[in-house]
């Protein structure tokens, strides 16, 4: 089988990585040079798009923010899975909360902000602190604003209102506000749904975030209950989407429930750790499901935890002593802050994989993952 990728970053290159032993070739189309390459060494393979369609079987997607004529064409030639109106949900706030609420699915209170009218009214039926998020192009915490006091609102409109009056306007922007959730945790689940229907989902994740990005995820064997709530909600945005291949969906958990923060049609970051804790790593199911192949085993196969590399291109040899470290480099340029690669850590039970985890944090540079020795410490 050979598919191509939507996007020629990281995901893609795992997606590759992972296809090789089952004969599924992966090609990306990279969305900066408009040109298909081979993900593991970003060698041009087509130098346009359209060649990269007709070679390939089949047609997915690692990003959300993907332009909507090549996903026009995309899914002009059937071979596009999933849908690019799943695509495209991921990448709107505004067309999320539609779905989230159209599945009655638990997610925070919000309003959606356009003009000063709007956002008074939303300053008015929601309570402080509240986050505004922009309807589109935001990840990472990009494109966020807090308000936790009154005197910041008049500021933090001006802000707003120039952000919204620089938008391209052909792509109207909005803005979601959103009560920001007292939350006790926040965890995620990645799933996968092939086109009988049929899903399997991961074990939840708990995540820890640093400046708004991703820095650590740990995969227990978790409370029966929640994985359930989890795999429900999962079930009804999967289903609610038609989906084809791995669905990731972010959670705030407060006390015993999950609301839902956001959802990623795509593999995602916080499943890095299937690569070492699971059967099937999420790269790999999700090349069977757009391929139509049966699902791999889904389970926690052993406790395990994720690392990003943030910013840097170099690490310690002595990480790869301590047993069941994975060390997965993206083989990109360093620039500050960028996702270079990540660190898979594994135990046979919780308490050999926090020994593991710690004797690992104490080896990283602290000014490069702040937070993660005092998290996982903490955890432990
Ligand atoms: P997002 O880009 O929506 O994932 O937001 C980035 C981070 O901001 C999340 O991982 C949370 O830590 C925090 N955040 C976003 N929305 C809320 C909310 N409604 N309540 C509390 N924290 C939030």
Not at 107 to 133: G, R
Not at 280 to 296: I, K, M, S, T
Not at 333 to 360: C, P, Y
Request: proline share 4%; aromatic share 6%.
């Amino acid at each position: 089988m050979k598919v191509l990728v939507l996007g020629a970053g990281q995901l893609a290159r795992m997606m590759a990585l992972a296809g090789k032993p089952l004969n599924i070739s992966v090609k990306a189309y990279d969305v900066g040079s408009l040109q298909v390459v081979d993900p593991l060494n970003t060698r041009v393979v087509y130098g346009d798009l359209s060649a990269g369609i007709n070679d390939a079987d089949v047609i997915t997607a690692e990003f959300e923010h993907i332009d909507h004529q090549v996903l026009a064409q995309c899914e002009a030639s059937g071979k596009l899975k999933p849908s690019s109106n799943a695509i495209k949900t991921g990448g709107d706030r505004r067309l999320e909360k539609q779905l989230l609420s159209n599945n009655n699915v638990a997610n925070a209170k919000h309003a959606i902000v356009t003009c000063k009218q709007s956002f008074d009214k939303a300053m008015a039926t929601l309570e402080l602190p509240i986050i505004f998020k922009s309807a589109l192009e935001g990840y990472d915490g990009k494109g966020q604003w807090r308000i936790k006091s009154a005197d910041q609102v008049e500021t933090i409109w001006q802000d707003i209102a120039d952000f919204l009056k620089s938008a391209n306007p052909e792509k109207p922007q909005a803005i979601i506000a959103e009560q920001m959730v007292p939350f006790d945790r926040e965890v995620s689940m990645v799933g996968v749904r092939k086109a009988d229907g049929s899903t399997l989902a991961y074990p939840l994740t708990e995540n820890h975030h640093t400046n708004g990005v991703l820095s650590v995820s740990l995969a227990l064997a978790s409370n029966q209950t929640l994985q359930n709530q989890a795999a429900e909600i999962f079930d009804k945005v999967a289903n609610g989407l038609n989906y084809v291949g791995v669905l990731a969906i972010e959670f705030f958990q407060v006390g015993e429930q999950l609301l839902v923060n956001e959802i990623a049609p795509r593999v995602h970051n916080s499943g890095h750790w299937t690569q070492q804790g699971a059967d099937v790593c999420q790269f790999e199911n999700h090349l069977r499901a757009v391929c139509d192949l049966p699902l791999g085993n889904t389970e926690l196969i052993r406790p395990s935890a994720m690392v990003n590399v943030l910013g840097i291109d170099t690490l310690p040899d002595e990480i790869l002593s301590i047993p069941s470290v994975s060390m997965h480099w993206y083989g990109k340029t360093q620039r500050a802050g960028r996702k270079m690669g990540h660190i898979n850590v594994s135990g046979s039970n919780k308490e050999e994989l926090f020994e593991r985890l710690i004797a690992l944090a104490k080896l990283l540079p602290s000014q490069d993952f702040p937070e993660v020795l005092s998290y996982v410490t903490a955890k432990a």
